[in-house]
């Protein structure tokens, strides 16, 4: 039995083998997944929620750089501004808040930075693609720095983003 782990990167839209939305490895029939919540490795056959990924999302990357993938949180997480509503964004208000997702294949974090400086679970991703909702929130996706340099200036917190 050949005891090399193999490793891969989970990239369905919108996400790329660059930007991934997960990190996965295989020892032979057996796969494990990098949680994004807990940041460890978990086996897929002792949790009856989580399968193997669809090989043709995957794409094989190196154990080095699936190394620099794990030890790079940031890579996993997507910020975004948060606009009450499309009428505040369209009519040139500031966002007032940054949102992040981290769709990790146990569970889909979504949380927004609130005026108490610190980060919570939050709903605003289901808002916003719920059509049946009459006022939604607007989301304009942003990068990690856009993200800490809006929290700096309206909380005063520096490296909100870490995790």
Known sequence: MDNQLDYFVEARKPYTADRPE?????????????SLIDWRWHRTDR???????????L????????????ADHQ????????????YRWQDG??????????????????????????WHEDSSFDEFWDYRTSSPPHLI?????EADLFIRGKHGVARATDL
Do not use: M
Request: net charge neutral; glycine share 2%; charged share 30%.
């Open 47 to 57: 949790t009856k929620y989580i399968n193997a990924p669809q090989s043709a999302v």
């Open 141 to 145: 996706e942003i990068s990690v720095e």
């Open 93 to 118: 208000d500031e966002p007032s808040s940054v949102v992040r997702r981290r769709n990790s294949p146990e569970w889909q974090l979504d949380e927004a930075f609130r005026n108490d400086k610190r």
């Open 22 to 34: 997960c990190l996965w490895r295989r020892l032979g029939d057996h796969w494990e997944y990098l």
């Open 75 to 86: 890579v996993w997480v997507r910020y975004w501004k948060y606009y009450s509503s499309f």
């Open 59 to 70: 794409h094989p990357v190196t154990a080095e750089r699936a190394a620099e993938l794990a």
